[in-house]
């Protein structure tokens, strides 16, 4: 039993490594190879997951299937991994955009999710007990909408949700009613020209973490979570980091402690682990500071956290 770093590109190659391969480093780097994607591919997602875990893997077309993390290969750093093909039955176009380990539900609890044009929606926990080898449908989208982030919740806390064009919205999360797998969601953000969904995160009144943003072009910062106020779901939200010509559009946004560990993912395949408390907590619109040197033509693919919990027990 191990804790791992799922490496999965646009072509939808997938491969496993434990994470203690990686070393922290210190922000600014250009990290380590990663993942060595085949000509015209190019990473899109990495996520820890414990290699007992059974996996929910979400695609950007709405479907859902169900996975055990062991199942997914073992590879060198510099391999390109396995076709998904093998493990899933995804469609032509499918992609997986965002993954949740089964051991986190509880009772009551919901699959929140968000979609790139702005849709949210809360279905029960176990709506997606009994998932087929061909998978089933988690959010009925609309044409050129897609799936673009999950998270588990309980129904009393609120959501966050950032914007690639930089902005964010906090909203109770009792303003999104529970409905079936098969329903559309409502809006949760109204975004503005081409603006798009980059993420969200699960958040409480209490909570006393930070929203990491990173942007494409590797800068990023933190803001504390109760810096941002709680608006009706629907309006046009805040501005949380600029996204000028430096900065580029933002790619992900996460929920962080000082003492998680970040692992970062470039589309070229770089990888590069470092302590979340190494990037500046600032306030919100403001530009933050260099987390990975990209080389020219690269772009940060996805970030995901290593818990303080498990950085400590390794």
Do not use: W
């Not at 995804?90 to 609890?109: I, N």
């Not at 020209?193 to 209490?206: H, Q, S, Y």
């Not at 933050?288 to 290593?306: H, K, N, R």
């Amino acid at each position: 039993e191990q804790d791992c770093v799922v490496v999965i590109t646009e072509d939808d190659y997938i491969k496993r490594m434990p994470v203690e391969n990686f070393d922290p480093q210190n922000r600014g780097g250009k990290g380590i190879i990663g993942a060595d994607p085949k000509e015209n591919d190019r990473v899109s997602k990495v996520f820890r997951a414990n290699s007992h875990d059974y996996l929910l893997c979400f695609t950007n077309q709405g479907q859902v299937y169900r996975l055990k993390t062991y199942e997914i290969p073992e590879m060198s750093r510099t391999a390109r991994g396995k076709s998904a093909i093998n493990l899933i039955d995804l469609d032509d176009g499918e992609e997986l955009t965002a993954v949740v380990s089964t051991d986190e539900f509880g009772d009551d609890e919901c699959i929140t999710m968000v979609t790139r044009n702005g849709y949210v929606k809360r279905t029960c926990c176990s709506e997606f007990e009994n998932i087929l080898s061909t998978g089933i449908i988690a959010a009925k989208l609309e044409d050129g909408d897609e799936l673009i982030d999950v998270d588990v919740t309980d129904g009393a806390g609120d959501l966050v949700i950032a914007t690639e064009a930089g902005m964010t919205i906090r909203l109770s999360e009792n303003e999104v009613s529970e409905m079936g797998r098969s329903a559309r969601g409502v809006n949760g953000i109204k975004l503005q020209g081409d603006d798009r969904v980059a993420g969200m995160v699960a958040t409480t009144e209490a909570d006393g973490r930070a929203l990491l943003t990173v942007t494409r072009n590797g800068f990023g910062k933190r803001t504390l979570l109760s810096e941002y106020r709680t608006q009706s779901r629907y309006g046009k939200g805040l501005i949380d980091i600029k996204t000028d010509e430096r900065n580029g559009r933002v790619s992900t946004a996460k929920a962080v402690t000082d003492d998680d560990h970040l692992v970062i993912m470039s589309e070229a395949g770089q990888i590069m682990r470092i302590r979340a408390g190494d990037i500046s907590q600032v306030g919100r619109n403001t530009k933050g500071v260099t987390i990975m040197e990209l080389d020219s033509g690269d772009s940060v693919a996805s970030v995901t956290v290593v818990p303080a919990s498990i950085d400590d027990e390794q």
